[in-house]
């Protein structure tokens, strides 16, 4: 069964740090691109960051380019994002998703597009609170 369990959130003033972690169980991890994605309150799905099978690359949106560094652990099948210089418009919930596959089996929670790529989210996410 597929999981991805998200952590490490929590609630931090503006200028603040936080690091979240996805720990990735029932398929092959090191297979597959891991996305980044949030929701922010009253909006929809927007992804963070996308990171190769070996993490030597990723990709950041604009909004968190140079404030978050997203990595990876395949040994330990986990997805980590660093966040730093927190802003208020950072608050929201973080998932980390697989690109649909065959290979990943189960009903995901969700099923979003980003990047040319249907992707899954499949844990309950993690909430971040930027707040003064």
């Known amino acids: 069964e597929v999981q991805l369990v998200e952590s490490g959130g929590g609630s931090v003033k503006p200028g603040g740090s936080l690091t979240l972690s996805c720990a990735a169980s029932g398929f092959t991890f090191s297979n597959y691109d891991i996305l980044w994605v949030r929701q922010i309150p009253g909006k929809g799905i927007d992804w963070v960051s996308r990171t190769n099978t070996d993490g030597h690359s990723t990709r950041y949106s604009d909004l968190v380019k140079g404030r978050f560094t997203a990595s990876r652990d395949n040994a330990k099948n986990r997805m980590y994002l660093q966040m730093g210089s927190l802003a208020t418009e950072d608050t929201g919930v973080y998932y980390c998703?697989?690109?649909?596959?065959?290979?990943?089996?189960?009903?995901?929670?969700?099923?979003?597009?980003?990047?040319?790529?249907?992707?899954?989210?499949w844990g309950q996410g993690t909430q971040v609170t930027v707040s003064s």
């Open positions: 998703a697989t690109p649909r596959s065959h290979y990943i089996t189960g009903i995901p929670i969700r099923t979003i597009q980003a990047l040319g790529v249907t992707w899954d989210i």
